[in-house]
């Protein structure tokens, strides 16, 4: 198969940067879709969602539309490509973390412990409280929300002690995204957190610069982390959202048929990211295991302990960020979807 590089990637959508992310090229119109994973399907998330998001919409379109796929960043970061996808010259991207910082209502959903499983957050994400909250980033976006994916639970890891409890994270420096509300859970359970951009993130383990770090499964095995760092805690404090978005005047310039076609191409997709990342979650605490990490998984008593301290601290921080009326929307949709399961 001939590869295609870098400098044509750019060079495609250069040519589309007129005509909001999309031109008419051998198709009526094709679609310029981004992300940072890898493209591999087996292994990503989002590599398999927009895969198959790109075969559902060209098959179903008799090749009337094309999608353009453009994974493992080569279009830039998140933050990037969300900016480039509110602006035009991309059609469509598939982000997580950074969409909170163009739709802060959206840090709700990273509020610790809220979700308890995945069905209760699919539950959630698909039904009215999904809605409502896209609907709202839309108009303060121009970014609309075709479905939600799965970036997966996240998980503290770190190279100093096993960590079964809150008291166990005291003095532990604990690298962080650079996103506010990470650095206030971490400070909440009595952990060191530490800010450090995703690049950097290797080196700083390595070195010492962090004890530990926190991400979900397949992210920490992918990257071989388990090089780095000795004990693994799987207390799935963040229910980690993927959101596949499209620019709204793209969609607009599309028939009704059209973008019936993508919202319902873009629903199989997420369920399909769901499915994979579910699939290498459960395989990869496995294969850290075997890997020499020593896994510890809190008891109940144990994750309310952790969820008593961070998620009233986060919630204080986040009513001063947001209108508190999301949070009570999602505390509200999250014991709906446990009652009804």
Known sequence: MKMI??????????????????SAQAADVTLNFAHVDPAEWTTSKKGAASQVFKNIVEAESGGRIEVALFPAGALGGE????????????????????FSKVCP??????????????NVAWNVLDGGFGKELAEHCLEKTGLRTLAYGETGFRNFTNSKRAVAEPKDMEGLKIRVMTVPLFVEMVKALGG?????????????????TVDGQEN???????????????????????????FIVINEATYQGL??????????????AANVGR????????????????????????????????????????INWLSGQIDAEWIEKLQKAVSEAEASM
């Open 275 to 314: 499915a994979i990342q579910q699939f290498n979650s459960a395989e990869g605490v496995a294969k850290l295991a075997a890997e020499g990490m020593e896994v510890t998984t809190p008891t109940a008593e144990q994750l309310k302990a952790f969820r008593d301290a961070a998620q009233p601290a986060v």
């Open 79 to 98: 933050t990037d490509l969300l900016q480039n996808t509110q602006d035009g010259t991309l059609a469509m991207s598939m982000v997580s973390g950074p």
């Open 105 to 118: 209502e959206a840090a709700v959903l990273d509020i610790p412990y809220i979700f308890p499983n995945a």
């Open 192 to 208: 060191d957190p530490t800010p450090i951009p995703w690049p950097e993130v290797p080196t700083a383990l390595t070195t010492g």
């Open 5 to 22: 590089s870098k400098g044509a990637l750019f060079g495609a959508v250069s040519m589309v940067a007129a005509s909001f992310g999309y």
């Open 216 to 242: 979900p499964i397949s992210v920490i095995y992918a990257n071989k982390f388990y090089e780095m760092q000795k004990y693994l805690t799987l207390d799935r404090h963040v229910y980690g959202t993927d």
């Open 255 to 268: 028939s009704d048929a059209d973008q019936a076609l993508l919202r319902r191409a873009a629903g199989i």
